[in-house]
């Protein structure tokens, strides 16, 4: 115990100066509240440690990998006295997974690491979508996190035609001829994407885009997310009450911790936890090198993009859809969450409180989750306008019921616990707030905890 004593006092010492010299409570991020302490307080914090462990992996891939489509001079997987004639970027690729010391590992966690990025970045999305932390103040981090979200997934598109497969070849086809659909912005992307019109502009481009505008453009776009998230503090527990929404309760403003060193200790235990299971998962589970464009023994190649393009794949199969209607529907998407701190401009934050925006959201969900599987299972096979009513009717129907039941129930019951304190609906759904009784009733017992 005497120990235990000595020992953080001496921490605290040592801490305290550094803390002196360095200046760091004046430069390092504010101070969080103490009930930030949970997982789902950090998801953002989570894709950026995932976008460090690719940037750190994307490293020391490019010491090997070799942006060229022309034909090695190598055996590169052939048996031996054989010269390959797989384009040099398969090759180096083919390099990285069988001769550099855990190559394969270090690509299978790059892959890995994108399609977790990709996932945490949806994740981080939802949450902040079903708690309304879109609402005033945080509208422009609303948007700058739909713009990170747009570039992440512009790293995943450009990185898969890097190995230069068959299979990411065909796909980033389909896609660039997706991209040239868009309205306004495809005329002026083609040019920058085609470059000179062979296979070896195509690459290049995408390499450029992979290894340097897109990371550039991901840092500046996290720098201004992160500096509006340091202007605003991070986003309260959702409510019902429209004045609480902007502020902590008092009791959660007394309790802030720091967050050098233990905000970022906490986030720092939880991006261990990540890269350890992802190297866990790469070593079980290596990734597998198609084989290369231009192979003419393979056979059976499929058009596929990688899972997070896969309903946007599937769009183009459904009857009567051209790609300017895919194009055009992803663009609305696009365009409805930009701007959706503009368009629910209700005062409350919590879910019970939003339930069309809620329905649309899971109604959402199970689209792309069906048309993800659907894409994966049937990749091609036309959908005809039936199988629509019939498979995703459902999931907007069954959606709105379940959403419609959970808004009553959890308002009434709401209410009640209102009720219990003296409180009325008025004073939360009305003019006033949860914080001003009306007259009449007995005032709520000074230390109860605030309703959210
Ligand atoms: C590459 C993708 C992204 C990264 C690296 C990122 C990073 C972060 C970080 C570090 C925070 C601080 C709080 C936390 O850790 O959760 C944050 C907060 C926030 N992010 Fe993101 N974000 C990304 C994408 C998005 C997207 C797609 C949206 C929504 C469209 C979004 C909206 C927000 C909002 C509104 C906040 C403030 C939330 C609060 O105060 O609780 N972000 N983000």
Request: hydrophobic share 45%; with cysteine.
């Amino acid at each position: 115990m005497g120990f235990e004593r000595w020992f953080n006092r001496t921490l605290n010492r040592l801490w305290g100066f550094v803390e002196d010299r360095t200046g760091m409570p004046k430069w390092a991020l504010r101070p969080q509240p103490a009930f930030t302490f949970k997982p789902s307080y950090w998801t953002g914090a989570f894709v950026v440690n995932a976008f460090l462990y690719q940037v750190v992996s994307g490293l020391l891939l490019l010491l090997y990998y070799q942006p060229s489509t022309n034909p090695t001079l190598t055996p590169c997987g052939q048996p031996v006295g054989q010269m390959s004639s797989a384009p040099a970027a398969w090759c180096s690729t083919y390099y990285i997974v069988h001769s550099v010391p855990m190559g394969s590992l270090l690509l299978s966690t790059h892959l890995y690491g994108a399609y977790a990025m990709i996932f945490l970045a949806i994740l981080h999305f939802y949450r902040g979508y079903y708690l309304g932390v879109y609402k005033a103040p945080r509208e422009f981090s609303w948007m700058v996190g739909t713009l990170l979200l747009a570039v992440t997934l512009g790293m995943g598109f450009t990185g898969y035609l890097l190995p230069y497969t068959q299979l990411s070849y065909n796909a980033t086809n389909v896609g660039i001829v997706l991209a040239l659909r868009l309205p306004t912005l495809g005329p002026l992307l083609g040019p920058f994407i085609l470059a000179d019109g062979t296979s070896q502009g195509l690459l290049s481009r995408m390499f450029d885009a992979h290894v340097l505008l897109l990371p550039l453009a991901l840092a500046a776009l996290l720098y201004a997310h992160i500096a509006l998230f340091e202007s605003h503090g991070i986003a309260p527990p959702a409510t019902s009450d429209p004045l609480q929404r902007r502020r902590y309760t008092e009791q959660d403003d007394k309790k802030h911790v720091p967050f050098v060193p233990h905000i970022l200790f906490y986030t720092l235990k939880w991006g261990l936890l990540y890269v350890g299971v992802l190297l866990g998962i790469a070593a079980l589970w290596p990734w597998n090198l198609p084989t290369y464009v231009g192979n003419l023994t393979a056979v059976g190649v499929v058009t596929e993009p990688d899972w997070y393009f896969l309903w946007v794949f599937k769009l183009v199969d459904f009857e009567g859809v051209t790609p300017v209607i895919a194009v055009g529907a992803t663009t609305v998407l696009l365009l409805y969450v930009l701007f959706l701190p503009f368009l629910d401009r209700s005062k409350r934050t919590h879910p019970r409180d939003r339930p069309f925006f809620i329905w649309l959201a899971t109604s959402l969900v199970g689209f792309f989750i069906l048309m993800t599987v659907w894409g994966g299972e049937t990749p091609g096979v036309q959908i005809t306008p039936p199988d629509v009513a019939l498979t995703l009717g459902p999931v907007f129907a069954v959606n709105a019921v379940v959403v419609a039941i959970f808004h009553l129930r959890y308002r009434r019951s709401y209410l009640r616990r209102l009720a219990a304190r003296g409180m009325d609906y008025a004073g939360v759904y009305g003019a006033g707030s949860a914080r001003s009784p009306p007259s009449t009733a007995p005032a709520p017992a000074a230390e109860a905890k605030p309703l959210d």
